[in-house]
């Protein structure tokens, strides 16, 4: 296998590294080193991402007039910002982690798709198997490998022309892009060299064409987040515990899962009002009249699952409670327990035991940053205790969330026509999720209980609280058969009341 046979782009991509292996520069011995390992067969897809991580680096090198700044080669080399082959992964069975990659693998051959690929650090045994996918159906793949450090000393040294080269050259890979697949984990080491803020501007400006287009919802896209040991240390777990439990959360029991999905729905979409309530001061209602929910499953989030939709904007009313770590995705840094006061759909009241300086920025953002933009409720039957993983924290079972900002604007998810925008717009999207289950949490859906103590009341919708042993011995995969759930409860449950 050659990088041309990933995507047709990398014939012009050597074409243009045999060019710049002629010329002196400071990268000649790199330049050239690369075009004769990609002249060759790569013997496993695990080289070939390290082809096209060296092969990204020396492009954007080059377009941006840097092959001869001493300063930027300099920085680099100091850096040492980690190349394809220093990538990590998660200390899981290689198995489960090929398995996470066929779930994310979102391209159909019938209808040509062009999926680009984003892989960060974590990923080095997730992502071999989606381009080991995309080979095997003859899908056209654009990789982009996440190289925040890297990237970072370029945008600090690049002129406004070599950032207007950038983003034309990302405008042109990306143009026949049909799906979006993203493996990483959130990673937020410092980067020894703040870009400027111009150069970040202008290339976000320059390549909101694609941007717009990916963030509309009408393109699909299919992610995870891995984790990693701050993740762990975060939610109070150990690392390979943490692990484990990341990867079951991905390998539950979809279909039946699915159809309480639908019953759920069913129940929520002919609801007017909706309200939540604990016993550390949550009681929060609103009118859901109108709206419709997403069934969620693993079709984009990997794990799943939630249902989620949007309040009235001017609905909401009371208090919640959320208890736990947060981490506004938009401000790296943390907040612990967090009561929030609304009316008429305003929040107008608020505290948080720490981080209050950093919640107060995130509110600041704009004038949608303190009204609500999503309801959800999560459904994954094998987590019950906060987490402060961005991916993770929505899917909890026994938990709600209420997001601060933006509504999604979708009128439809994956094929089915929703009803999920409340007219509330902000540069912010940052979901708050409360804990019920053990907190003596209701749903009340138009007055009658549907959850109680964060578990679901109707039968229909047992797998949502027990997951795969809700499911009758002999129909689950080995894995689960002679799986402990008591003690799995009993750890879930005993770092619940750590909180």
Same mark, same amino acid.
């Given at each position: 296998?050659?990088?041309?046979?990933? &995507?047709?782009?990398?014939?012009?991509?050597?074409?243009?590294?045999?060019?710049?292996?002629?010329?002196?520069?400071?990268?000649?011995?790199?330049?050239?080193?690369? =075009?004769?390992?990609?002249?060759?067969?790569?013997? +496993?897809?695990?080289?070939?991402?390290?082809?096209?991580?060296?092969?990204?680096?020396?492009?954007?090198?080059?377009?941006?007039?840097?092959?001869?700044?001493?300063?930027?080669?300099?920085?680099?080399?100091?850096?040492?910002?980690?190349?394809?082959?220093?990538? $990590?992964?998660?200390?899981? #069975?290689?198995? =489960?982690?090929? +398995?996470?990659?066929?779930?994310?693998?979102?391209?159909?051959?019938?209808?040509?798709?062009?999926?680009?690929?984003?892989? %960060?650090?974590?990923?080095?045994?997730?992502?071999?198997?989606?381009?080991?996918?995309? =080979?095997?159906?003859?899908?056209?793949?654009?990789?982009?490998?996440?190289?925040?450090?890297? #990237?970072?000393?370029?945008?600090?040294?690049?002129? *406004?022309?070599?950032?207007?080269?950038?983003?034309?050259?990302?405008?042109?890979?990306?143009?026949?892009? $049909?799906?979006?697949?993203?493996?990483?984990?959130?990673?937020?080491?410092?980067?020894?060299?703040?870009?400027?803020?111009?150069?970040?501007?202008?290339?976000?400006?320059?390549?909101?064409?694609? &941007?717009?287009?990916?963030?509309?919802?009408?393109?699909?896209?299919?992610?995870?987040?891995?984790?990693?040991?701050?993740?762990?240390?975060?939610?109070?777990?150990?690392?390979?515990?943490?692990?484990?439990?990341?990867?079951?959360?991905?390998?539950? @029991?979809?279909?039946?899962?699915?159809?309480?999905?639908?019953?759920?729905?069913?129940?929520?979409?002919?609801?007017?009002?909706?309200?939540? $309530?604990?016993?550390?001061?949550?009681?929060?209602?609103?009118?859901?009249?109108?709206?419709?929910?997403?069934?969620?499953?693993?079709?984009?989030?990997? @794990?799943?699952? *939630?249902?989620?939709?949007?309040?009235?904007?001017?609905?909401?009313?009371?208090?919640?409670?959320?208890?736990?770590?947060?981490?506004?995705?938009?401000?790296?840094?943390?907040?612990? &327990?967090?009561?929030?006061?609304? *009316?008429?759909?305003?929040?107008?009241?608020?505290?948080?035991?720490?981080?209050?300086?950093?919640?107060?920025?995130?509110?600041?953002?704009?004038?949608?940053?303190?009204?609500?933009?999503?309801?959800?409720?999560?459904?994954?039957?094998?987590?019950?205790?906060?987490?402060? &993983?961005?991916?993770?924290?929505?899917?909890? +079972?026994?938990?709600?969330?209420?997001?601060?900002?933006?509504?999604?604007?979708?009128?439809?998810?994956?094929?089915?026509?929703? $009803?999920?925008?409340?007219?509330?717009? +902000?540069?912010?999207?940052?979901?708050?999720?409360?804990?019920?289950?053990?907190?003596? %949490?209701?749903?009340?859906?138009?007055?009658?209980?549907?959850?109680?103590? %964060?578990?679901?009341?109707?039968?229909?919708?047992?797998?949502?609280?027990?997951?795969? *042993?809700?499911? @009758?011995?002999?129909?689950?995969?080995?894995?689960?058969?002679?799986?402990?759930?008591?003690?799995?409860?009993?750890?879930?449950?005993?770092?619940?009341?750590?909180?």
């Amino acid at each position: 296998m050659k990088l041309t046979d990933l &995507n047709p782009l990398y014939d012009a991509y050597l074409d243009d590294l045999a060019q710049w292996s002629k010329q002196d520069s400071l990268w000649q011995d790199k330049a050239r080193r690369t =075009l004769r390992a990609a002249r060759k067969n790569a013997a +496993s897809e695990d080289d070939l991402l390290k082809l096209v991580h060296d092969v990204q680096r020396l492009r954007k090198i080059f377009l941006c007039g840097l092959e001869h700044n001493e300063a930027f080669h300099k920085t680099v080399r100091q850096a040492n910002p980690p190349v394809w082959k220093r990538f $990590t992964a998660p200390p899981a #069975d290689p198995a =489960l982690q090929q +398995s996470l990659g066929d779930k994310l693998y979102n391209a159909d051959p019938a209808k040509h798709d062009v999926p680009v690929f984003y892989i %960060g650090n974590g990923a080095r045994k997730v992502a071999p198997r989606v381009l080991a996918r995309a =080979l095997e159906d003859n899908v056209s793949v654009f990789p982009v490998i996440t190289d925040a450090a890297f #990237d970072a000393a370029i945008m600090h040294f690049a002129d *406004e022309d070599g950032v207007k080269k950038l983003a034309a050259d990302y405008l042109q890979a990306t143009e026949n892009v $049909t799906t979006r697949i993203s493996a990483r984990a959130n990673d937020n080491k410092a980067v020894p060299l703040k870009p400027k803020p111009e150069n970040t501007a202008l290339f976000a400006s320059l390549t909101s064409p694609f &941007n717009d287009r990916a963030g509309s919802g009408k393109m699909h896209f299919t992610l995870t987040i891995l984790p990693t040991a701050q993740d762990a240390r975060h939610d109070g777990m150990n690392y390979r515990d943490y692990t484990k439990l990341f990867f079951e959360m991905c390998d539950q @029991p979809w279909d039946a899962v699915g159809k309480a999905h639908q019953a759920l729905i069913a129940l929520l979409n002919d609801a007017e009002t909706i309200r939540f $309530t604990n016993d550390e001061g949550t009681d929060i209602s609103m009118n859901i009249d109108g709206f419709t929910f997403c069934n969620s499953l693993i079709a984009r989030n990997v @794990p799943g699952s *939630e249902v989620f939709s949007a309040p009235h904007l001017d609905s909401v009313e009371g208090k919640i409670v959320s208890k736990g770590l947060f981490i506004p995705k938009s401000n790296g840094g943390i907040i612990e &327990n967090l009561t929030m006061v609304f *009316e008429k759909g305003v929040l107008r009241h608020w505290h948080a035991d720490k981080g209050q300086d950093i919640f107060e920025r995130v509110i600041n953002t704009d004038e949608g940053a303190r009204r609500i933009g999503e309801l959800g409720i999560g459904t994954n039957p094998h987590l019950k205790r906060h987490s402060c &993983n961005g991916l993770l924290v929505e899917k909890i +079972s026994g938990s709600f969330h209420l997001a601060l900002g933006a509504a999604y604007e979708m009128t439809d998810y994956v094929g089915d026509p929703v $009803t999920v925008d409340n007219g509330n717009r +902000s540069k912010i999207h940052w979901d708050i999720t409360t804990m019920l289950i053990g907190k003596q %949490g209701r749903i009340i859906v138009d007055g009658k209980t549907i959850m109680e103590n %964060g578990l679901f009341t109707d039968p229909q919708m047992d797998v949502l609280n027990r997951g795969w *042993e809700s499911i @009758p011995r002999e129909r689950r995969p080995a894995y689960w058969q002679d799986y402990d759930f008591e003690a799995h409860k009993q750890q879930q449950a005993s770092l619940i009341k750590t909180l």
